[in-house]
């Protein structure tokens, strides 16, 4: 597995475990269908979570929160509804963003509730 790949899952696996130990339920991890995906989606409090996570070995090029652009939120909303409608759900929902800068014990997790809103919800 590539070393950016690698950083991508620890960084994955991070952000479960972080969002378990505050007492979110995970509905599904790196879900598909097609060409959509999202990184995690969770359940807390009767709120569906549909979580971003970005990682970066460090903050030189930026913050892993501004790679998020409005082009990929559109995609997350869009994956997101699609998410919903296949499970037929019917909970508010929100969008989060799970910042993670660093590697190994040397990392910085920035959790980001309710990023941006979808106009569908």
Same mark, same amino acid.
């Given at each position: ?57 460090? +903050?030189? !090029?930026? #913050? /892993? $929160? ?47 509730? +309710?990023? !941006?809103? #979808? /106009? $569908?919800?």
């Amino acid at each position: 597995m590539a070393l950016h790949n690698e950083l991508g899952k620890d960084g994955e696996d991070l952000a479960a475990e972080y969002l378990i130990e505050h007492g979110y339920r995970i509905r599904h991890r790196n879900w598909r269908c097609g060409k959509k995906e999202l990184d995690i989606v969770a359940q807390k409090d009767g709120v569906i979570v549909f979580v971003e996570v970005k990682t970066r070995s460090n +903050d030189r !090029f930026g #913050s /892993p $929160v501004e790679s998020v652009t409005e082009q990929k939120m559109r995609r997350l909303m869009n994956a997101a509804n699609t998410y919903v409608n296949c499970y037929n759900l019917d909970f508010p929902v929100r969008f989060d963003i799970l910042s993670i800068v660093g590697v190994s014990s040397d990392r910085q997790l920035i959790h980001i509730e +309710d990023a !941006f809103s #979808s /106009p $569908v919800w």
